[in-house]
């Protein structure tokens, strides 16, 4: 069974950093996109980041230049470095794959999720 377990968030001021990991098994990871979703009470599911099995990746506007998405097929894992941090990163964040997806308009395109990390923002 495939799963992905997401590790690193927590509590953080604003301006600051934080990582998150993206760790996968029983896949063939670097066969697979894979991507950062997030979801703040209330809100729909919206797209952060995805990166190809090549390596270019793609980013929201609201963390372009922020967010810095990656990944180690070697170690099975995906990497998002978010720094300066605001409030309104606030979120639950979640990994996704699928071997075609690339979009981030569309969460229902990744065949598999993690069961998320909670990132806060806050004073």
């Known amino acids: 069974e495939v799963q992905l377990a997401e590790s690193g968030g927590g509590l953080v001021q604003p301006g600051g950093s934080l990582r998150l990991s993206c760790t996968a098994s029983?896949?063939?990871?670097?066969?697979?996109?894979m991507a950062w979703f997030r979801q703040a009470p209330g809100k729909e599911r919206e797209g952060v980041a995805v990166i190809s099995t090549g390596g270019t990746a793609y980013y929201a506007d609201s963390v372009n230049g922020r967010f810095t998405i990656s990944r180690d097929n070697a170690k099975n894992t995906a990497y998002l470095q978010m720094n300066n941090l605001r409030p309104e990163d606030t979120a639950m964040y979640y990994c996704?794959?699928?071997?075609?997806?690339?979009?981030?308009?569309?969460?229902?395109?990744?065949?598999?999720w993690g069961r998320g990390t909670q990132v806060t923002v806050s004073s």
């Open positions: 029983e896949l063939k990871f670097s066969a697979y996109q």
């Open positions: 996704a794959s699928d071997r075609n997806a690339l979009d981030l308009e569309f969460p229902q395109s990744y065949t598999y």
